[in-house]
Nanobody, 129 residues
Framework: QVQLVESGGGLVQAGGSLRLSCAASGRTFSNYAMGWFRQAPGKEREFVAVIRWNSGSTDYADSVKGRFTISRDDAKNTVYLQMNSLKLEDTAVYSC??????????????????????WGQGTQVTVSS
């Protein structure tokens, strides 16, 4: 059974940084794509970033490009989301997700929530002024 456990959320001032972690277990993830999504109050869950585990190729939402970086640590089976220059509008619950066979999916497909079979419980990120 795949388990995804996020950590690293918290309260940060605008302009600050946070690093989120997603510890993955229960499978060999080499063919997976691992994504980060977020959901702000009253809004739909939206795509943030994705990394294909095998190749390391990445894709980002336009709203975070240049500020956020997704990466993975093979030895720790962990995916990270480094968030810099945080803005008030980045406040949301951030969730990690895993897409089986994600290596074969296009970037556009990996921006769709329904391509992810497994989800973590989420971690709150609050950016204050």
């Amino acid at each position: 059974q795949v388990q995804l456990v996020e950590s690293g959320g918290g309260l940060v001032q605008a302009g600050g940084s946070l690093r989120l972690s997603c510890a993955a277990s229960g499978r060999t993830f080499s063919n997976y794509a691992m994504g980060w999504f977020r959901q702000a109050p009253g809004k739909e869950r939206e795509f943030v970033a994705v990394i294909r585990w095998n190749s390391g190729s990445t894709d980002y939402a336009d709203s975070v490009k240049g500020r956020f970086t997704i990466s993975r640590d093979d030895a720790k089976n962990t995916v990270y989301l480094q968030m810099n220059s945080l803005k008030l509008e980045d406040t949301a619950v951030y969730s990690c997700a895993a897409a089986p066979s994600g290596y074969a999916l296009t970037n556009l497909s990996l921006r769709r929530r329904y391509n992810y079979n497994y989800w973590g419980q989420g971690t709150q990120v609050t950016v204050s002024s």
